[in-house]
């Protein structure tokens, strides 16, 4: 199941602050919460300039969470949650400016059960409307202005139903026409017109793209060589570009879908099992950013490494990046960028999830990427021979 139930992995507290700068490029990890000992970036406005996710606090205790929202100027500041119940909230999205910002929250005295949440600049947080009752949703994406959110509500049995909140109220996106009995709504482009996600149907779970235009589950394929199974996680800016995963004949593997060229394997990292997943993509869709194997280490058991992705690059470690531009990371010696999650419009800027040596786990932010300059008329060919070769979570992201 894909990142139904929250990462509550309770470690000890690390302090760690600061940053560190060359070339261009700079890591800065965005600390805790007042009283916390984890955060998990999640997003990271169209600007690059805000950062949001979850970890726990002084509020949200034994086990819980609460939503947080990152600026270089004012560090880390809690979200707060809904009134009444059990005090857990995250935040997984934020509109181009910040101002506006997507997730979950709770009402009630079940945990990790509660409608979908919008926190506007300066907030309270405010529950969005539900299909069901009573409500379990969350929200993961968020248009450029903020106008258009999308999402899922979940039923008694914790299925899905992929859902789009806008200035008319919440509408439900539907399922796939034959057997479909699940979807999630996990990507919306700038303009809020283009809806991507995953549903089920009698052949298996397949990536779709939902649009105004078109307002029906249009199914974006797999990979060959796996089972049938397939999921969009990110749609760039203008809607043009899908990525996410699926099943192929090597293991999972993070694809990017384009109406002209369909569905493209972008392979793993080094090392470790093959499996790789794409989570977020830049508004043109030239930049990928997501999670993939790599060699397990006893501080990192689970292999994961965060990966950037661009045509004339491929794949790669965004750790490795960092150390190739020359980022004296030696104030955080040990360190492994396990995900990155959000990517900034112009590509610049990721947000993902570090882990300590000892297992902490704490949000980042990097800036200042940019992708190796490809020779001119040189970029379709490039992406092409990039492409050939090539050839997890809280409460959703698995």
Request: aromatic share 12%; proline share 5%.
């Amino acid at each position: 199941m894909k990142r139904i139930f929250k990462r509550v992995w309770l470690f000890a507290a690390v302090a760690a602050a600061g940053l560190s700068a060359q070339g261009g490029m700079q890591f800065t990890p965005l600390g805790f919460l007042p009283g916390g000992t984890y955060s998990y970036g999640e997003g990271v406005s169209g600007d690059g300039q805000v950062a949001v996710g979850w970890g726990d606090s002084s509020s949200a205790v034994g086990g819980f969470s609460e939503a947080f929202r990152w600026t270089s100027g004012g560090g880390m500041a809690g979200l707060g949650d809904l009134a009444g119940g059990v005090f857990d909230s995250a935040a997984y999205a934020a509109s181009h400016d910040g101002s506006i910002v997507a997730g979950y929250g709770n009402d009630g005295d079940d945990p990790w059960s509660g409608p979908a949440t919008v926190w506007t600049l300066p907030g309270p947080m405010t529950a969005l409307p539900s299909v069901l009752s009573p409500p379990n949703d969350a929200a993961y994406a968020v248009s450029s202005d903020g106008s258009v959110i999308v999402g899922s509500a979940f039923d008694s049995l914790f299925l899905p139903t992929a859902v789009r909140w806008d200035s008319g109220g919440v509408t439900s996106l539907g399922y796939y026409p034959i057997a479909g009995t699940l979807s999630e709504a996990l990507g919306v482009s700038g303009d809020g017109h283009t809806v991507v996600g995953y549903g089920d149907h009698a052949s298996g779970t397949e990536a779709f793209r939902w649009t105004t235009a078109n307002p029906t589950l249009q199914a974006l394929g797999d990979l060959t060589g796996g089972d049938y199974y397939s999921e969009a996680w990110g749609v760039s800016g203008d809607g043009l570009v899908t990525v996410g995963y699926s099943s192929s004949g090597s293991g999972d593997e993070a694809f990017r879908h384009t109406d002209g060229g369909g569905m493209f394997g972008l392979g793993d990292l080094p090392g470790g099992a093959f499996a790789s997943y794409a989570y977020a993509a830049s508004g043109d869709g030239s930049v990928v950013v997501g999670q993939g194997a790599v060699e397990p280490t006893a501080e990192n058991p689970e292999g994961f490494g965060a990966f950037v992705w661009d045509p004339s690059s491929g794949m790669r470690d965004l750790l490795q990046v960092l150390f190739d531009a020359g980022v004296d990371m030696s104030a955080w010696a040990g360190w492994q960028l396990v995900d990155a999650r959000g990517v900034s419009a112009d590509g610049s800027v990721i947000v993902g999830t570090a882990m300590h040596p000892d297992g902490t786990m704490e949000a980042f932010l990097v800036s200042g990427y940019a992708p190796v300059p490809e020779p001119a008329g040189a970029a379709v060919g490039a992406g092409l021979l990039a492409l050939a070769a090539a050839g997890w979570r809280r409460y959703r992201k698995g």
